[in-house]
């Protein structure tokens, strides 16, 4: 076994014996490799992924209908293609014009009324001392959730409809003539108020999620160092849910043409076309019921460009401006 002479000083030597030998690099793993080593792990994507493929990817085969004189009874071969004709036809349809008006009316009264509002909920509760007090309150904000638009509506209907407590009262009163279930004028608030109503508990649950992550720690520095609860809240709790807000945002940017098909259906008649129609509702009677399969098609594959768009858009806005995006 040879050795090395190390020179620690002046006129001394010290022989040492070499070390192990460097360990050889690992060999590299081909994907198949790795797949099968995570094989397990694998699995359980599985069904989740079978899911988007069956109901997601494969219906998207669909929209060459946008593209088509389609009818059900040709099916696809025998379906002429028409080209852009069906495109040309939205834009000078004005039912088309009164639904893309009428969704973004709603989309915006619900960006800026209904996604801030689980935020506020959430720093009122979280703000309660009595943790049974909190417990209560977030159970039945959440109870709505859970109901369909069906009980919503006829809930609703018996309080603010034309017959309800609401005219009951007032007409006691001596005031009659109240229904807001059918003033067309203000359905488009009414609309934001039942979805409001409906999923603002459910919405808070991510966001008490972000601020049970903040630690203690900064709270109580900060209550040491003079802070009231409101300084408590805006310098520490609002920053750590900047992240999953934004996130939100950028989602429901993506989806600010989708407003509530099942909502709106159910009132349409109360209310009339003219107010309550939508790019969805617009679909399902141009399409479903209409026969007109290429005019509904290039709706909604329309639709779902402008979202993608907007959630590039708003994605890359999200980190210019200093975030993390969501991809």
Known sequence: ??????KTGPGTRVERAPGPPAPAGKRKLSLGQRIWRERWSY??????ALFFLVFAYVPM????????????????????WVGFLNFQAIWTDPEVLTALRNTLVIAVLQLVFAF???????????????EKVRRLVQTVVYLPHFLSWVIVISVWQQVLGGGGLVANILGDMGMTGFDAMTNAD????????????????????????????????????????????????WHITLPA????????????????????FEQLLLQQPMVGAEAAQVLDTFVYFRGVLGGQWGIATAAGLLKGIIGTILVLSANRLAKKMGGEGIF
């Open 1 to 6: 076994m040879s050795v090395t002479a190390e």
């Open 43 to 48: 699995t359980f994507i599985i069904p989740g």
């Open 61 to 80: 085969l669909g929209n060459v209908i946008a593209f088509q004189d389609y009818s059900p009874f040709r099916g696809f071969e025998g379906s002429p």
């Open 116 to 130: 801030p509002a689980p935020i506020a909920l959430a720093l009122l509760l979280n703000s309660l001392l009595s």
């Open 186 to 233: 203000t359905f488009k608030l009414l609309v934001v108020a039942q979805g409001m109503w409906k999923d603002i508990g459910w919405g808070t649950i991510i966001f008490f999620a972000a601020i049970a992550g903040i630690p203690n720690d900064r709270y109580e520095a900060a209550a040491i160092d003079g802070a009231s609860g409101w300084q408590r809240t």
């Open 241 to 260: 849910l900047v992240p999953v807000t934004m996130l939100l945002l950028i989602l429901n940017i993506g989806s600010i043409l989708t407003v509530g």
